[in-house]
């Protein structure tokens, strides 16, 4: 089982009742507030990477397509005894902007209290996945087709104005737990419940991690002239069988450093997109998680 962590991190409520399950005691003196879990991919997704993201080569993407099969979510106390989770997989495409109520996966009330054990997994595809909040039934198909995770879509402009474009599916099953970030101005593990108050649990997605050059450095900046090179038959498409015929040592310097630090079996750029596709789920915007692959997947 390996686990993976990138150490760069840029990374109103309708309510979706049947795709939870809660299982809160009653009888608590402490009173119940909501909790809606919803997801974002940011500005990034949503309306793409300008140059400015890609200092080194000024590149830019646009994503066309973004989806992101959320296998599971569960909240649970001190203890690990869950008290709420996701009664089935639903499918997002995160490049779908939601207007008013934000893309949301469930609504549960919770006794009030700290609840500091949030975790969720992206994948495997199942056959009880249906499409989330402005996602397709064809979402959930193409999933299923290509037995993917994770499916990314876009096109890439160089500063002369050439243009790549990319269509990846990614299969592997990640767990994201230990999830913690900002909740009222301070850095909370899980979420803090109180007696009558609504939070959002955001789980949020990070477009621009598929293009950092080194997995482990706090110096990695996204690139993309390397991913670029790597049509080798010039026909304006990137493939990850294309990414897979380059060794990451013939990669020069000057285009980035893909260092992998302590992370085996991660030794072109096929491996090393598909180690990338582990480290895009965040918690609550620039809040993190770790993540590690789920059985061997």
Known sequence: MTTTKLSRILFGTLVATTAVSSITACGDDNGKGTVTVTTWGESFIEDGLPSSAFPKDNWSVKYRKFLVDYHSVSIADENNSVAAKLDHPLVFDMTKKATGNPKTLFTVELEAKAWPNVSYQVGPI????????LAADTDVTLLRTDQASVHVEGTATSPTGATKTFN???SPATLFQGCHGEQDGKEVEGVLVTNGGNQ???????GDH?????????EAVPRFQALADADANNDGDITLAELDDVPLYTIPIEKGTYGTGALGNVNTLGDYERTLSRTIGHYRGEGSCNSKEVNGQ
Do not use: I, R
Request: hydrophobic residues 35%; without cysteine.
């Open 210 to 218: 598929f293009f950092y050059d080194d997995l482990q450095s706090e």
């Open 168 to 170: 990846w599916s990614f």
């Open 200 to 206: 959002n649990v955001e789980l949020t997605v990070h």
């Open 126 to 133: 199942s056959d009880d996945a249906t499409a989330g909040d």
